[in-house]
């Protein structure tokens, strides 16, 4: 109730502030943005695309890169047009999934057709139970991973359509590209209002929409429409307000501390952002898949919450020590220099 939905929409949004930034202070000095712009999309689809069939089915990168490519078509917008369309984008999927219902269609049945052909093909059980213990029997390895990775990509984005997920991310972009482009990330005492606003009525209806969602998500899953239409509306008013209520506890808190705060020692997980989005997938494949320990068909919720909060801790600690001498994490200094198409160096003085 609290967590799915909400954190991959602040990603989302980070991404839109980020996309923003370059694109304000590249005009700004006089530089192309665009160029810059698509050059860095570019190198984060090609991260991506590796990621995504090389390694890990569940990659976010290049899905967000290829949705970044159409941002420079809302640069020139209001901001009030931006949020409008924002917010119809944010609501977008009750009429996606309402016209699902009435021509009796499935978004993304044609890719997940697709994957099962692929795991039919290379000798992957196509029963549920069977997908749930493939990767992680007795034996398992390379072989089994590198089959059960040819298929992930379709079903990946099968699920991202029949999730709706294009137009959510590309309203969080947008809600971001505001958000950045009005530079309100530094100028937190004059948005306190706001920010309070959207506290209290995000979680006012975040919460109440959450319970309503959860309860459809573990009680009432794969619940034909037209009843799971309610939680396409639960979904859409839980995940949005809730993740905005968050940003702005934490910039309410950011601000009341003045930055001085005992919170600090996580931001060098975030200026690794990309670095630590990755090796989660390494730490994960290590940890449940045949290729490692492969934990993943032994061991239920109780161990992976707290697995998931170990490999968090490690993350802080490394991600702490490698800040102290490096100016960028390791893939956030490759992805510069590949976007500006120059040498940085990477120590600190």
Same mark, same amino acid.
């Given at each position: 109730?609290?967590?799915?939905?909400?954190?991959?929409?602040?990603?989302?949004?980070?991404?839109?502030?980020?996309?923003?930034?370059? !694109?304000?202070?590249? *005009?700004?000095?006089?530089?192309?943005?665009?160029?810059?712009?698509?050059?860095?999309?570019?190198?984060?689809?090609?991260? &991506?695309?590796?990621?995504?069939? @090389?390694?890990?089915? &569940? +990659?976010?990168?290049?899905? /967000?890169?290829?949705?970044?490519? @159409?941002?420079?078509?809302?640069?020139?917008?209001? +901001?009030?047009?931006?949020?409008?369309? $924002?917010?119809?984008?944010?609501?977008? =999927?009750?009429?996606?999934?309402?016209?699902?219902?009435?021509?009796?269609? #499935?978004?993304?049945?044609?890719?997940?057709?697709?994957? %099962?052909?692929?795991?039919?093909?290379?000798?992957?059980? !196509?029963?549920?139970?069977?997908?749930?213990?493939?990767?992680?029997?007795?034996?398992?390895?390379?072989?089994?991973?590198?089959?059960?990775?040819? #298929?992930?990509?379709?079903?990946?984005?099968?699920?991202?359509?029949?999730?709706?997920?294009? =137009?959510? @991310?590309?309203?969080?972009?947008?809600?971001?590209?505001?958000?950045?482009?009005?530079?309100?990330?530094?100028?937190?005492?004059?948005?306190?209002?706001?920010?309070?606003?959207?506290?209290?009525?995000?979680?006012?209806?975040?919460?109440?929409?959450?319970?309503?969602?959860?309860?459809?998500?573990?009680?009432?899953?794969?619940?034909?429409?037209? *009843?799971?239409?309610?939680?396409? $509306?639960?979904? $859409?008013? #839980?995940?949005?307000?809730?993740?905005? $209520?968050?940003?702005?506890?934490?910039?309410?808190?950011?601000?009341?501390?003045?930055?001085?705060?005992?919170?600090?020692?996580?931001?060098?997980?975030?200026? %690794?952002?990309?670095?630590?989005?990755?090796?989660?997938?390494?730490?994960?494949?290590?940890? /449940?898949? &045949?290729?490692?320990?492969?934990?993943? &068909?032994?061991?239920?919720?109780?161990?992976?919450?707290?697995?998931?909060?170990?490999? /968090?801790?490690?993350?802080?600690?490394?991600?702490?020590?490698?800040?102290?001498?490096?100016?960028?994490?390791?893939?956030?200094?490759?992805?510069?220099?590949?976007?500006?198409?120059?040498?940085?160096?990477?120590?600190?003085?």
């Amino acid at each position: 109730m609290f967590i799915n939905g909400k954190f991959y929409s602040l990603f989302s949004l980070l991404f839109g502030i980020g996309f923003s930034i370059i !694109l304000v202070r590249n *005009e700004a000095k006089g530089i192309n943005p665009l160029k810059i712009f698509y050059r860095r999309l570019f190198v984060l689809l090609l991260i &991506g695309a590796i990621h995504l069939f @090389v390694f890990w089915e &569940g +990659d976010i990168l290049m899905l /967000y890169a290829m949705i970044g490519m @159409v941002l420079p078509l809302f640069r020139k917008m209001t +901001d009030k047009t931006l949020i409008t369309i $924002a917010i119809t984008l944010i609501l977008s =999927p009750l009429v996606i999934d309402l016209i699902s219902v009435l021509l009796n269609i #499935s978004l993304g049945a044609g890719l997940e057709g697709l994957a %099962m052909k692929i795991d039919q093909h290379n000798g992957l059980p !196509l029963s549920k139970e069977g997908y749930a213990t493939y990767l992680y029997k007795e034996g398992a390895g390379w072989r089994e991973w590198r089959n059960w990775e040819l #298929s992930g990509w379709a079903y990946r984005y099968s699920y991202i359509l029949h999730s709706n997920r294009i =137009p959510k @991310v590309l309203a969080l972009f947008l809600l971001g590209f505001v958000v950045g482009r009005n530079m309100m990330f530094a100028k937190l005492e004059e948005h306190i209002g706001l920010l309070k606003k959207l506290r209290f009525w995000g979680l006012l209806i975040g919460i109440p929409m959450g319970i309503v969602s959860f309860y459809f998500e573990i009680f009432r899953k794969g619940v034909p429409h037209p *009843e799971g239409l309610i939680h396409t $509306a639960a979904y $859409a008013f #839980s995940v949005v307000p809730m993740s905005l $209520a968050y940003a702005s506890i934490i910039c309410l808190y950011w601000h009341r501390k003045n930055g001085q705060t005992r919170l600090r020692f996580l931001a060098p997980v975030g200026q %690794m952002a990309l670095t630590n989005y990755l090796m989660q997938t390494f730490f994960g494949i290590f940890i /449940y898949y &045949g290729v490692g320990l492969g934990l993943g &068909g032994n061991i239920g919720p109780t161990i992976f919450f707290p697995a998931g909060i170990a490999v /968090y801790v490690i993350q802080i600690l490394y991600s702490n020590w490698w800040m102290r001498h490096f100016r960028f994490g390791p893939m956030e200094w490759i992805w510069r220099q590949l976007t500006y198409g120059t040498r940085l160096p990477i120590r600190k003085q």
